[in-house]
């Protein structure tokens, strides 16, 4: 992979453009064609903290991720991505960080997550451990 020489910063932020943060869900596999951008902005809102990675030249979301919480005890770090062509450059390692420190800063620190397959090595190095015993479930209703 080429390394791409970048300056970016974080930004917690309320909105972004929404065909950014589209690509980005795209890019992480999780868009379906069924899903509204509209939606987008109650997606933004409806979070704890919202934060994208920007290019600082292009101004271009090139990341983002964002923490869902009860804003007391408990938090989780939910669509951590990377544009492809930016990752295996410690982006994400810089952005999974802000996201810690901005549930630290509000006094919560039970944080939970659930890593896509072959991702697990990522998050134990940044602190992340298994929880034995526990199983993630997704609820799916019978029909």
Same mark, same amino acid.
Request: proline fraction near 3%; charged fraction near 25%.
């Given at each position: 992979?080429?390394? *791409?020489?970048?300056? *970016?910063?974080?930004?917690?932020?309320?909105? !972004?453009?929404?065909?950014?943060?589209?690509?980005?869900?795209?890019?992480?596999? !999780? !868009?379906?064609?069924?899903?509204?951008? =509209?939606?987008?902005?109650?997606?933004?809102?409806?979070?704890?903290?919202?934060?994208?990675?920007?290019?600082?030249? =292009?101004?271009?979301?090139?990341?983002?991720?964002?923490?869902?919480?009860?804003?007391?005890?408990?938090?989780?770090?939910?669509?951590?991505?990377?544009?492809?062509?930016?990752? +295996?450059?410690? *982006?994400?390692?810089?952005?999974?960080?802000?996201?810690?420190?901005?549930? =630290?800063?509000?006094?919560?620190?039970?944080?939970?997550? *659930?890593?896509?397959?072959?991702?697990?090595?990522?998050?134990?190095?940044? +602190?992340?451990?298994?929880?034995?015993?526990?199983?993630?479930?997704?609820?799916?209703?019978?029909?």
């Amino acid at each position: 992979m080429n390394k *791409i020489n970048i300056e *970016i910063s974080i930004k917690f932020v309320d909105s !972004w453009p929404k065909d950014e943060i589209v690509e980005l869900y795209k890019a992480g596999l !999780w !868009w379906k064609d069924t899903y509204d951008p =509209s939606g987008i902005d109650s997606l933004i809102e409806g979070s704890f903290a919202f934060a994208v990675v920007v290019d600082k030249k =292009s101004g271009k979301a090139i990341g983002m991720g964002r923490i869902i919480s009860d804003g007391i005890s408990d938090a989780y770090i939910q669509d951590l991505v990377i544009l492809p062509e930016y990752r +295996g450059q410690g *982006i994400g390692k810089q952005l999974l960080t802000a996201l810690l420190e901005r549930c =630290s800063s509000q006094g919560i620190l039970w944080i939970g997550l *659930i890593a896509e397959p072959d991702q697990d090595g990522f998050y134990s190095r940044l +602190g992340f451990k298994q929880m034995e015993k526990y199983v993630p479930m997704k609820y799916e209703k019978e029909d």
